[in-house]
């Protein structure tokens, strides 16, 4: 597992910073910036699993599904549809600890292979350290046993300007049990 999960967290990182410059600029523009992580989830879940239908916002499946069950981004076998997803991730904007668990406590509840859940912090927010942003999700998954989340967390204040320093703001753990 820890090496799919090292190949996933590398496929996010790369396919965010496709677009050099731009990626970069495009950090502090919520809309902009949500459309760019959107895209990368989806290449980050198909790292293990090439052959997977992708539905995700403003990226519909062949059904013309954007999201299934309001998660983000979902991956799933097209020869089984009706067999839970194979990848489902979330992005939270917001640096908020509420919203951080709920969408940690969104992914836990679907049966999956893979759970991802890009999330903030900053001093000045309601999460103040990667640390503290670990934390939070832990005590989702501590009461969800058995299940694991896939975090990638950067600083919400950063201003990077090179796609090294954007690739450097982001840090990962696997948080969970299993």
């Not at 990667?130 to 934390?135: A, G, H, R, S, T």
Request: with cysteine; glycine share 6%.
């Amino acid at each position: 597992m820890l090496t799919v999960a090292k190949e996933i967290f590398e496929a996010y990182l790369n396919s965010l910073c496709q677009g050099g410059e731009q990626a970069c600029a495009d950090y502090h523009y919520p809309k902009a910036w949500t459309h760019r992580a959107t895209l990368a989830l989806i290449a980050a879940g198909r790292v293990a699993l090439s052959t997977a239908e992708a539905a995700a916002k403003g990226h519909p499946d062949r059904y013309g599904q954007s999201e299934y069950l309001t998660l983000d981004v979902l991956l799933y076998n097209p020869e089984t549809d009706l067999k839970p997803p194979l990848f489902i991730a979330e992005h939270e904007n917001s640096p908020d600890p509420k919203r951080v668990q709920y969408a940690a406590w969104k992914l836990l509840i679907v049966e999956s292979r893979w759970r991802m859940l890009v999330a903030y912090f900053g001093e000045d927010c309601g999460i103040k350290s990667f640390d503290n942003l670990e934390e939070l999700v832990r005590e989702v998954c501590k009461h969800n046993p058995g299940k694991d989340i896939l975090l990638i967390g950067a600083d919400y204040n950063v201003e990077p300007k090179t796609v090294k320093e954007l690739r450097l703001i982001h840090k990962t753990a696997i948080i969970g049990s299993k």
